[in-house]
């Protein structure tokens, strides 16, 4: 009976193993290029239906750590970040950025007038997922596209401000040498999600890997 067992239990997690593997390939399909071509290209769907409440509380703390996305995004991309006393490292009230979008070093302190210089960007915008796929999510996945780390970067607050709901088609970063690691993040976000990508979207996409051969996608 003991021997069953452990065949049994062997047998079990090798199967989970196997799973995991499996799993584990379907979400790396290869490089950002790679990753792009297997991507669907349909037309943008309209927006209707389109509301920021689509994709659930804004900064909604998806991952229960007690804290709000938005703050967790600062305290992953600032340095020598701060925090509010009594708020157990939840609330950032200064730090600095190294800003992707253009290579500037941005001081955060957080206030009234000051906060807003520096932006969580969603790398595909919600307008954007929502024209590609994303009024097919539940609501439950729009509230984790809206809140997922892989689609979050602290930046630049005006630069945030120009890009509004664009693509890669009408935005990329003022940054060049962040551009391949912009496009491949939005790929991976993609792909993540079961979004698609519009014909000028996809050209830009593979005009900017052709640069940056083998790019590869980024590590959630």
Request: proline content about 6%.
């Amino acid at each position: 009976m003991r021997l069953f067992v452990r065949i049994l239990t062997v047998t079990v997690i090798s199967i989970s193993f196997v799973s995991a593997c499996t799993a584990t390939a379907a979400a790396n399909p290869g490089d950002a290029a790679a990753a792009l071509a297997a991507l669907p290209v349909k037309g943008r769907a309209p927006m209707t239906g389109y509301s920021r409440e689509q994709y659930g509380p804004a900064w909604a703390d998806i991952d229960h750590n007690g804290c709000d996305t938005r703050n967790d995004v600062l305290a992953r991309d600032l340095t020598g970040e701060t925090f509010k006393a009594g708020t157990h490292n939840c609330v950032v009230i200064s730090g600095q950025l190294a800003d992707p979008y253009t290579g500037r070093n941005i001081t955060f302190k957080r206030g009234q007038e000051t906060s807003d210089d520096i932006q969580i960007d969603h790398v595909v915008a919600l307008g954007d997922s929502w024209q590609t796929g994303a009024q097919q999510l539940t609501r439950e996945e729009r509230t984790r596209l809206a809140n997922d780390p892989f689609n979050l970067l602290a930046v630049d607050g005006p630069s945030n401000n120009q890009k509004r709901d664009s693509d890669a088609a009408s935005w990329l970063p003022p940054n060049k040498g962040y551009r391949c690691k912009y496009v491949a993040r939005q790929v991976g976000v993609k792909a993540r999600y079961r979004l698609w990508v519009t014909p000028p979207e996809r050209d830009a996409i593979a005009r900017i890997l052709q640069g940056c051969p083998g790019e590869p996608l980024p590590d959630r």
